[in-house]
């Protein structure tokens, strides 16, 4: 078939399509919906992929966690086995860095985070902070977690640990809750009715999917966070390897001296979890895989919905036009020539179905990447490619019957046909 005619039967093809704009449109609806589906929640998991991979390797790439408790386990869902644990101390971190030739240094730290009573508050003249997360910490975890830099001022030094001084390193929304028009180095804010010297502010940092981020933690030196918050028991500790060290060596070295310092026996389980920063990539990794089946089954539904509606449409567009067909075969055509015509009808009705879903997703991505700028969305040729494709592949295959039994025809029985 030459470029003439091509060109001729899809001019055809749009020309029956324009005909019946209701119909036409109820029909592409299915793959519309299909595709929109597709590039959306792809365009959504490809720019988080990348935020999730910078996020990682923002928190160390040669850092992991040790704690009593398995990361993201809330207390609620804390099996027996796990709540009887002994909690880690800021000894146990002492211990690693002696015991441990493969590691950098190690540093503990703990939290309190208490967003349902509203306990925690920084206040500075009239202005105050009641939303954020507290953190006692050694100066070695700005080292350990570089997503912790500081903008200006300073972190924490070995003898504000020492000497257990009430100073704090704040985030940058704190920063400017507090002190909008001036520059807090210096400054003495209240926290929980405490004087702290505020000495530092982190760079800005608003979180993970609009959640809290270093932009709400307000760090303070451990022994002065043990001092005033003795109840809070649980500790973390961050571990470094050292450049020339292997992760393995050195995650097998604190899993050896950890078991020892808590006198695990030679066959009992350990009683402490080990978290590499790639938990986040693991964790994700599980939720978009979950993403991924549950836009498959819609998407597949519909553009089965889509697909049938193509074949139903042109089924009856064939019935619709048996003279016609007739005529031509009497003129005539071949029945490639009407088999091609009627699959470009339907490629061409499918591949509109198909462009629009690229619209439509390309257009909920970018409202999605406007309104929540934690969640970079982002719309690759892939995809686009991909949704073109599929929309088109379903015009051919439910397509192809209608265009085969057009073409098989008799014309003579078509002439006579009305």
């Known amino acids: 078939m030459s470029r003439a005619e091509i060109v001729e039967n899809f001019r055809v093809a749009l020309d029956t399509l324009r005909a019946r704009k209701i119909r036409s449109g109820l029909t592409v609806l299915g793959i519309v919906i299909g595709v929109t589906s597709v590039i959306s929640i792809a365009s959504i998991i490809s720019g988080l992929n990348g935020y999730i991979r910078t996020r990682v390797e923002s928190m160390g790439s040669r850092t ?6 398995p990361f993201g386990m809330g207390p609620g869902r ?9 909690y880690l101390t800021d000894a146990d971190a002492t211990f690693l860095r002696e ?5 950098a240094f190690a540093t503990a730290f703990a939290s309190r985070i208490d967003f349902t009573q509203m306990n925690d508050n920084v206040r500075y003249g009239n202005e105050h902070v009641e939303r954020l997360i507290l953190r006692g910490a050694e100066p070695d975890y ?3 977690i570089p997503l912790f830099s500081v903008e200006y001022g300073r972190f924490l030094s070995p003898n504000d640990l020492d000497h257990s001084r009430a100073v704090a390193v704040i985030g940058s929304a704190i920063s400017e809750a507090l002190f909008p028009h001036t520059d807090p180095l210096g400054k003495v804010m209240r926290l929980n009715g405490r004087p702290y010297e505020v000495i530092g502010v982190f760079e800005h940092d608003p979180g993970m999917f609009g959640g809290l981020g270093v932009d709400q933690f307000v760090l303070i030196p451990l022994t002065n966070f043990r001092k005033n918050y003795p109840a809070i028991r649980e500790r973390f ?12 060596v050195a995650r097998n070295e604190v899993i050896e001296a950890m078991r020892r310092r808590r006198r695990v026996t030679h066959n009992g389980d350990n009683d402490f979890e080990i978290a590499d920063p790639d938990f986040l990539s693991n964790l994700w990794d599980q939720l978009t895989g979950a993403m991924v089946l549950l836009t498959g089954i819609i998407s597949s539904i519909g553009l089965l919905v889509g697909g049938i509606g193509v074949m139903n449409i042109m089924l009856i567009s064939v019935t619709e036009r048996t003279q016609e067909i007739g005529i031509r075969k009497a003129i005539g055509a071949r029945k490639s020539d009407i088999r091609v015509q009627f699959l470009l009808e339907a490629v061409t009705l499918s591949g509109l179905g198909g462009v629009l879903g ?3 997703g390309g257009a909920i991505a970018f409202a999605v990447r406007t309104l929540a700028p934690s969640i970079p969305a982002t719309l690759s040729v892939l995809w686009v490619s991909l949704g073109v494709g599929i929309s088109v592949s379903v015009g051919l295959f439910f397509g192809y019957y209608p265009a085969n039994r057009a073409a098989n025809l008799d014309p003579i029985v078509c002439l006579r046909y009305e």
């Open 358 to 360: 690229v619209l439509f």
């Open 64 to 69: 992991f966690f040790v704690s009593r408790i």
């Open 237 to 248: 500790i961050a571990v470094s390897v050292r450049e020339d060290a292997e992760m393995n």
């Open 142 to 144: 700005s080292r350990a």
């Open 78 to 86: 804390m099996p027996e086995r796990i709540r009887v644990r002994k």
């Open 99 to 103: 015991s441990c030739p493969s590691l």
